[in-house]
């Protein structure tokens, strides 16, 4: 059965039969994740692949920075299938052009490339779990006080050298201003002395769904730690990669990086 849904942007949409329902919340968009909602019993894909669901029948998928095309649902109840997409709607993202740069700005000397690689490594194993905690359906906070000084999905052309896209939010502020937990969870890695992202600190909400907090000053709790919303867990910084002190933070649902700020409240002060 084939079911047309027109999505409402932060806002749940409701799309029932008899014995079924579909209800979905989130930004439709580049760097956007949804978090829906649909029967416990039934059996849901994204785009062809088996998704795991929570108890109450909660699951997520987002959509990359790059992503065009629809995502495919569909979902199978007591015999029955019911399929929709749900379109994305492209964004523009700021570019930067600075010349004039060492090259040790541009790029990484040989001698740290090792240390870049065990990093990566670190980061992957933090993002690899899957624990089923519903931690994800809280709404986030914002993790810190300040001005947004870096935006998800902005790229810089560094003496004519298009470098990969920012996927964080950047909050500037002091060094030593609190960094809390926009949800509850477990860290997975507490980490100091990374070469690009100085103390850095990742945190699990549940089924696949990561938040990464980098460039720290200090960090207030070690790997294994389950933290509360609103808990400290380090102290902006400027450690690492960082031009100023500075919180980059990041949300990733597995290998998908998200822009963090799509979860938050706007508050045009920044606190």
């Given at each position: 059965?084939k079911l047309l849904?027109?999505?409402?942007?932060?806002?749940t949409?409701?799309f029932?039969?008899?014995?079924y329902?579909?209800?979905?919340?989130?930004t439709?968009t580049?760097g956007g994740?949804?978090?829906?909602?649909?029967h416990p019993s039934?059996?849901?894909?994204?785009?062809?692949?088996?998704?795991?669901?929570?108890?109450?029948?909660?699951f997520?998928?987002?959509?990359?920075?790059?992503?065009?095309n629809?995502?495919?649902l569909?979902?199978?109840l007591n015999?029955?299938k019911?399929?929709?997409?749900v379109?994305?709607?492209?964004r523009?993202?700021p570019?930067?052009?600075?010349?004039?740069?060492?090259?040790?700005?541009v790029?990484p000397?040989?001698e740290?490339?090792?240390?870049?690689k065990q990093?990566?490594i670190?980061?992957?194993?933090?993002?690899?779990f899957?624990?089923?905690?519903?931690?994800?359906?809280q709404?986030?906070?914002?993790?810190?006080?300040g001005?947004?000084?870096?935006?998800?999905?902005s790229?810089?052309?560094?003496?004519?050298?298009?470098?990969?896209?920012?996927?964080?939010?950047?909050?500037?502020?002091?060094?030593?201003?609190d960094?809390v937990s926009?949800?509850?969870?477990?860290v997975?890695?507490?980490?100091?002395?990374?070469?690009y992202?100085?103390?850095?600190?990742?945190?699990?909400?549940?089924?696949?769904l990561?938040?990464t907090f980098?460039?720290?000053?200090?960090?207030?709790?070690?790997?294994?730690?389950?933290?509360k919303q609103?808990?400290?867990?380090?102290e902006?910084?400027?450690?690492?990669?960082?031009?100023g002190?500075h919180l980059?933070?990041r949300?990733?649902l597995?290998?998908?990086r998200?822009d963090?700020q799509?979860?938050?409240?706007d508050?045009s002060?920044?606190?």
């Amino acid at each position: 059965m084939k079911l047309l849904i027109t999505f409402l942007i932060l806002s749940t949409s409701v799309f029932s039969s008899p014995g079924y329902f579909l209800n979905m919340k989130g930004t439709p968009t580049q760097g956007g994740l949804i978090i829906a909602q649909t029967h416990p019993s039934a059996v849901v894909s994204v785009n062809g692949v088996k998704t795991e669901m929570t108890k109450d029948g909660y699951f997520m998928f987002g959509f990359g920075r790059f992503d065009e095309n629809p995502i495919n649902l569909e979902i199978t109840l007591n015999g029955e299938k019911y399929t929709t997409t749900v379109p994305v709607t492209a964004r523009d993202f700021p570019t930067e052009v600075i010349n004039g740069l060492p090259d040790n700005k541009v790029n990484p000397p040989a001698e740290v490339l090792e240390q870049i690689k065990q990093d990566n490594i670190k980061v992957a194993k933090a993002r690899s779990f899957f624990d089923k905690r519903d931690d994800f359906l809280q709404s986030f906070i914002w993790p810190s006080n300040g001005r947004v000084s870096g935006v998800y999905g902005s790229r810089r052309i560094l003496n004519g050298e298009p470098k990969r896209p920012h996927y964080g939010m950047d909050i500037a502020n002091k060094t030593g201003t609190d960094v809390v937990s926009p949800a509850a969870g477990i860290v997975r890695m507490s980490e100091t002395g990374m070469y690009y992202t100085g103390g850095t600190i990742i945190i699990d909400h549940g089924f696949g769904l990561t938040t990464t907090f980098m460039h720290l000053s200090k960090l207030t709790v070690e790997t294994g730690t389950q933290v509360k919303q609103g808990e400290k867990i380090g102290e902006i910084g400027m450690t690492g990669r960082a031009t100023g002190p500075h919180l980059d933070w990041r949300l990733n649902l597995g290998n998908i990086r998200l822009d963090p700020q799509l979860m938050i409240p706007d508050q045009s002060d920044g606190k």
